[in-house]
């Protein structure tokens, strides 16, 4: 059971029209290479709350049948168009969740972090890299062979000359946007950051980065030796020309923990039942052994009797349970085993990724980190540090002393807890208006 969501008819169609013959001013030109649009489709635009709405279109990014993304646009709107900003981000998405379930809380939520930074006055984008769109009836992966890193970097940085293209169309200018990277998106981020610092200034899409909760380099040596194990492991995945994860019947963890909670689960077994099961996916991750990015990692922040994390979580901190299993219900489908491999390699630093990680001391612009205590946490901090930025902070949200990482904020807590406002969005809010048009 995936969340579906309906468009209402075209409301900005027109916007896909003036992007192809976009003109911008004298000595700006050269910022927005937008290729051809006419392979897009606008499936219009809904409400989402006040005068905020998202709308959203489909690029063609090549000749093959699943060569598309998916791009959002949420906004305020005045008059059917969207009401012209300075600051302006795109979010991008991790492993296996796109845009909506990541982000916007299943489908449309008022109460999401794209909904508050619109209604604070932040032209937000999101993108669907191309794997999250491939149908759940798929049965042949070859066409994922060479989707590695560098593809979704490619396909990142034609959605932000997108969006840029849209934004000097509706009155927004084309200044470089802030480009924000959640969990496995951050390596896709860094990847294209450390690409743009060979090029021209003028055809930079990024002007600043905020990096959520994720790291790309680390100086934990276990984590390190993770990632190069999951990196062989990956590598040899490829030669057998395994090309994608499969996601799918994942989804049934959340849909079975609402329609069936005291049943017995069939993913975990006895003497889980299946509300006990979700609980277990959230708050309890880092119990099956060690874990390849910290100690503590787990999705959402749990209760644990006595707080002995040793036992089973009996409900979620920050997070209704209702709300996680509407993200579990929202997984994709596939993941190219291509893209974990090349980031895998670029953690293990074992010399194999120059063109990804070669020129992190020449990344220049504003760097903002934001971690949970729970999930990558403070180790997502080195990460910064290698590069060349000198207008670098950092914001990791700890309710819970130094020690008790298991039970504090989680990787998905970020965007779902019910204070989420209160503990991460209005900073972030905050530093992407003071940063807008770096």
């Given amino acids: 059971m995936k969340s579906r969501s309906a468009f209402g008819a075209p409301l900005l169609a027109v916007v896909v029209a003036l992007v192809c013959a976009v003109v911008v001013p004298a000595g700006a030109a050269a910022a927005v290479r937008v290729p051809d649009w006419g392979s897009t489709t606008s499936h219009g635009s809904r409400h989402i709350v006040g005068d905020v709405y998202e709308s959203l279109y489909t690029v063609r990014t090549g000749p093959g049948e699943h060569d598309k993304i998916r791009l959002h646009h949420v906004a305020r709107h005045e008059e059917g168009k969207p009401v012209p900003t300075r600051a302006a981000v795109m979010l991008l998405h991790g492993d296996a969740w796109g845009f909506d379930a990541a982000f916007m809380r299943g489908s449309s939520s008022p109460d999401s972090l794209p909904a508050y930074l619109a209604a604070s006055g932040v032209d937000v984008w999101g993108v669907d890299l191309a794997w999250t769109l491939v149908p759940d009836d798929t049965d042949n992966y070859e066409f994922m062979a060479s989707w590695g890193l560098q593809h979704d970097v490619d396909d990142l940085s034609r959605a932000l000359a997108f969006a840029r293209g849209v934004r000097a169309a509706t009155g927004s200018g ?101 509300l006990g099961a979700t609980l277990s996916y959230a708050a309890a991750g880092f119990q099956g052994g060690t874990h390849p990015f910290t100690p503590w ?66 990344i220049r612009v504003p760097i903002l980190y934001v971690g949970a205590a729970g999930g990558f946490g403070t180790y997502g901090v080195y990460s910064v540090n290698q590069t060349g930025s000198r207008d670098k902070e950092t914001i990791i949200v700890r309710t819970r002393p130094i020690g008790q990482e298991k039970q504090d904020f989680g990787h998905v807590d970020l965007f779902y807890a019910r204070d989420a406002k209160r503990y991460s969005w209005q900073l972030i809010a905050h530093w992407l208006h003071e940063h807008a048009g770096g």
């Fill in 174 to 274: 084309n200044r470089a946007l802030t480009l924000a990277a959640w969990s496995r998106g951050g390596w896709i981020g860094y990847s294209l950051l450390n690409q743009e610092t060979q090029k021209p200034r003028s055809h930079r899409q990024v002007g600043s980065f905020v990096s959520m909760d994720n790291f790309f380099k680390t100086n934990d040596a276990h984590a390190r030796a993770e990632h190069c194990a999951l990196a062989a492991e990956n590598d040899g995945y490829l030669a057998a020309k395994d090309f994608a994860y499969d996601f799918r019947g994942t989804e049934d963890i959340g849909y079975l923990a609402e329609t069936d909670p005291t049943g017995p689960s069939p993913y975990w077994g006895p003497p889980y039942t299946n």
């Fill in 297 to 362: 990692y787990h999705f959402a922040a749990g209760a644990f009797p006595g707080g002995d994390t040793t036992r089973d979580p009996v409900h979620l901190r920050f997070t209704d349970v209702h709300a996680w299993d509407d993200f579990v219900m929202g997984i994709g489908n596939f993941e190219p085993v291509r893209l974990q491999a090349d980031t895998q390699h670029i953690t293990c630093d074992d010399g194999s990724t120059d063109r990804f990680d070669g020129h992190l001391r020449d």
